[in-house]
């Protein structure tokens, strides 16, 4: 079955770190996503992409890059890892415009 | 600027009876709305949508209604089930790009 799937699920880093979340889709979706869940604020965006070699800001990006050199991947890199970026990420993909957006498992995220 | 507000962070509702989850909505230009339902550890989901072109739309116990005018939608759930108990997010797009915007979310508990 096509799917997205996200890696690592948990990771807990130091302040100051680089850190790279993978993201993978099977289904061969032109449109991929990044969002942060935080209590109280809900799903903010954070980059996104509407196919290879495009990347663009979303709501929060500050401190955050991704890169999309082939189809299937869009991770994302968290340059300096801050406090203030602990929190629940999720990857998503869709196929076009107006088409259901689709939803990773999550990868929390713990800066120390 | 919040775009998209849900300003109930929780609601309880008895099982068979009606669930009414609420969304406001700042911007003008937005001409789709979604509604994604999410339990704890998992990726949200999506459960029912709404083109601007309507003001209704229904998917057996769940209806979205939109009111342009006053920018607000609801999510009713007939009957609540206590299956039902999770996270919803009312999510509006654009649709210039297909990127959504995500509310805070409500917590719908639903007791047996």
């Known amino acids: 079955d096509a799917e997205i799937t996200q890696s690592p699920r948990h990771k807990i880093t130091e302040t100051g770190r680089q850190v790279t979340l993978a993201c993978h889709q099977t289904?061969?979706?032109?449109?991929m996503f990044w969002y942060r869940q935080d209590l109280g604020h809900g799903l903010r965006l954070i980059h996104y992409s509407y196919g290879v070699q495009d990347t663009n800001k979303g709501e929060v990006s500050d401190g955050y890059s991704v890169s999309r050199s082939n189809t299937e991947d869009l991770p994302l890199t968290l340059e300096s890892a801050a406090s203030s970026q602990t929190s629940v990420y999720f990857c998503?993909?869709?196929?076009?415009?107006?088409?259901?957006?689709?939803f990773g498992e999550g990868s929390w995220l713990t800066v120390v | 600027d919040q775009q998209v507000k849900q300003n109930s962070p929780s609601l309880s509702v008895q099982e068979g009876r009606i669930s009414i989850l609420n969304c406001d909505y700042t911007?003008?230009?937005?001409?789709?709305f979604l509604w994604y339902k999410k339990y704890p550890a998992e990726g949200p989901t999506f459960l029912i949508s709404?083109?601007?072109?309507?003001d209704k739309n229904e998917d057996g116990r769940f209806t979205v209604f939109l009111n342009k005018s006053a920018k607000h939608l609801s999510l009713h759930i007939v009957p609540s089930q206590p299956g039902d108990s999770a996270v919803y997010f009312c999510?509006?797009?654009?649709?210039?790009?297909?990127?959504?915007?995500f509310g805070q979310g409500t917590e719908l508990s639903v007791k047996p």
């Open positions: 289904w061969n979706h032109n449109n």
């Open positions: 999510a509006a797009s654009d649709n210039q790009g297909g990127k959504l915007i």
């Open positions: 709404i083109s601007s072109i309507k």
């Open positions: 998503a993909s869709s196929f076009a415009i107006g088409n259901t957006i689709y």
């Open positions: 911007n003008s230009m937005f001409d789709y």
